[in-house]
Structures are given as C-alpha cells and as structure tokens.
C-alpha cells in the first residue's frame, strides 16, 4: 500500500518561514491536498491539488509537488498557524494520510 | 453556509454495532461524494469510507466487511452502520464532503466529530 511519510515535528520562528514535505513514492505524479488542524477542531482545508488555497485560506500558506515530495510552505509564520498539518493523497481506490506533522510556532 | 453535524457517537461494547449519522445542510448533497474518515485520540486521521452520487461505495481492508457507508439524499443524510466493533476502532469519527473529481477528493468542509468509545 502506499505510504506518506511526514516529519513528526517543525519549528519555525515567528514571522519566518515553515516548510512542511510529505514524501512518497513518486508523489509528483498525484494530486496532493494539505488540511490543518488545531486542538479540538476538525481538519481544514488549506491546499488542494498541490498548490491551490481555498477561499478564506491566506496567501501565506502555498504548496508544491514534484518527484518524491510535496511540501506545504507557511510564509510569515504566526502564532495562530500552531497546528498539525496533513498531506492526503489518492491511491488507486484509496485513500491515504500522512501521519502528521506538528508545527511549533517559537 | 456549508455544514455537516454528526451523531450517533457513544460507549459500545466490543463485538456490537453502532449507527453514525451526519446531517448536511448548505449546499446539494445529492451531488458531491461524502467520506467518513476517523482519528483515535492523539493520533492521525484515517480514512473509514466513501460513498460516490450513484451510490457506489469503497473501503479500506481495516473496515471491509464489517462498516457499511450509506446516504439519504432526500434527507441530506449521511450513515455508517459499523458492525463487530473493536477496541480499535475506537476514535472521532468525521463526515467530510468530498470536492473534486472522483478518485481524487479533496475534503472540504469537514463535520466536528463524533465519539466512538469500544470498550466493555
């Protein structure tokens, strides 16, 4: 089956810039869609089909997709963007999760 | 607005079944695929099932067999029936809208939850 690999954890400095991969076997060559999720709360949306942001999603989140890594790229990081992050993406029927990554807002 | 709100939730003894709803309201449910997707305390999200316009259904080996997706569109509802109940299957369960081609769904909006507890 395939598999979505995420760093546990990132760090970022306020007001720096976060960059959060998801790798997997040729990840390139499928859509990948990013939700944010914040104690308690359900899972949001902030990127789909690699690099495309949804309405009321602000222009500092962007994403890219090639080869063996997506990555979701939080510009001006603010203390409001502490969260887990999840790449999702399809696999043939399925659909598969990355495990997560926590982001940390210093 | 778009939403979707849950329930069903509860404490069920393992080897019992559980019915999970999920109302929609705010846009044509008839037209988009819904997912129900879960996530065990402190860990990631799993996705549980989907269920296309026509009815069509898919799963992952985790629940096949066991949980059953279905959908009312005259009632704008959403159900997973889940059947032989573990303690592993213990989590929030989420109703997502499926948005997007079919295959390759994106979830937006997303349901706040409901609680499934297996445990005697």
């Known amino acids: 089956s395939y598999e979505l690999t995420q760093p546990l954890s990132v760090s970022v400095a306020l007001g720096q810039t976060a960059r959060i991969t998801c790798g997997g076997n040729?990840?390139?060559?499928?859509?990948v869609h990013w939700y944010q999720q914040k104690p308690g709360q359900a899972p949001v949306l902030v990127i789909y089909r690699d690099s495309n942001r949804p309405s009321g999603i602000p222009e500092r989140f962007s994403g890219s997709n090639s080869g063996n890594t997506a990555t979701l790229t939080i510009s001006r990081a603010q203390a409001g963007d502490e969260a887990d992050y999840y790449c999702q993406v399809w696999d043939s029927s399925d659909v598969v999760f990355g495990g997560g990554t926590k982001l940390t807002v210093l | 607005e778009v939403q979707l709100v849950e329930s069903g939730g509860g404490l069920v003894q393992p080897g019992g079944s559980l019915r999970l709803s999920c109302a929609a309201s705010g846009f044509t449910f008839s037209s988009y695929d819904m997912h129900w997707v879960r996530q065990a305390t402190g860990k990631g999200l799993e996705w549980v099932s989907a269920?296309?316009?026509?009815?069509?259904?898919y799963y992952p080996g985790s629940v096949k067999g066991r949980f059953t997706i279905s959908r009312e569109n005259a009632k704008n509802s959403l159900y997973l029936q889940m059947n032989s109940l573990r303690a592993g299957d213990t989590a929030v369960y989420y109703c997502?809208?499926?948005?997007?081609?079919?295959?390759?769904?994106?979830?937006?909006?997303w349901g706040q939850g409901t609680l499934v507890t297996v445990s005697s």
């Open positions: 997502a809208r499926g948005y997007g081609i079919r295959g390759n769904n994106w979830f937006d909006p």
């Open positions: 269920i296309g316009t026509a009815g069509d259904t």
């Open positions: 040729n990840i390139g060559s499928k859509n």
